[in-house]
């Protein structure tokens, strides 16, 4: 895309109002483009834009139509196949089907700076003070259910090839369940707690 055709698309979209910022158009475009590439819903983009749902339900076609109308871009981006050969050449381009890699977070380049910066200076800190890392405390939360059915290879029993399998009603996991909430430092656990039914984990707690 040429700094001419770009800058008409950053003219056409919204400005900065008295009560809030206005999405930036490099935001705009960079959520439009991601969506017209995977052909999701408005749930997608979401999580790597950080823009709601509802907002780029109103983004993706303003930008859209500002792509259309500007007729560079309409000729230079917008070709239709003009033969049935062309329109082989383009249906063989999606004829690939690729799954989705699953990652851990999807972060923008900021949040990944920020991650970067904070394990910099957890670094530093070990450098520093060798016992740092004695006075950190972490925690972790697990459901804990009243009891647990054995898996299929749990159950599994030693027996002769002649011998029929053994057969085992089949149980599903218990409703009477528990959130077990734990603290441990690097000597070992600190403290355990079984939080009551219907209480919200926060700071308090």
Known sequence: MSDENLKYMLAKVKQDTLLWNAITPE???VATLRFLATGRS???P????IISPNALGNIIPET??????????????????????EWQKIAKDFERKV?????????????????VETCQELLDLCESDPHFLDNVITGDKT???????????QS???????????????MSKSKVKVILIVFFDIRGLVHLEFVPHGTTINAKL
């Open 64 to 85: 859209c139509k500002a792509i259309y109308t500007y007729k560079a871009l309409k000729q230079e981006h917008l070709k239709f196949a003009n033969s049935s050969i």
């Open 99 to 115: 799954c989705t890699k699953l990652v851990p977070k999807v972060l923008t380049g900021d949040q990944k700076s920020r991650r």
């Open 143 to 153: 459901w804990v259910f009243e009891y647990d059915p054995e898996t299929k290879r």
């Open 27 to 29: 935001e705009r475009i």
């Open 156 to 170: 599994a029993e030693w027996h002769i090839s002649a011998s029929p399998c053994p057969k085992k009603g089949r």
């Open 46 to 49: 979401k999580f790597a834009t």
């Open 42 to 44: 408005f749930e997608d």
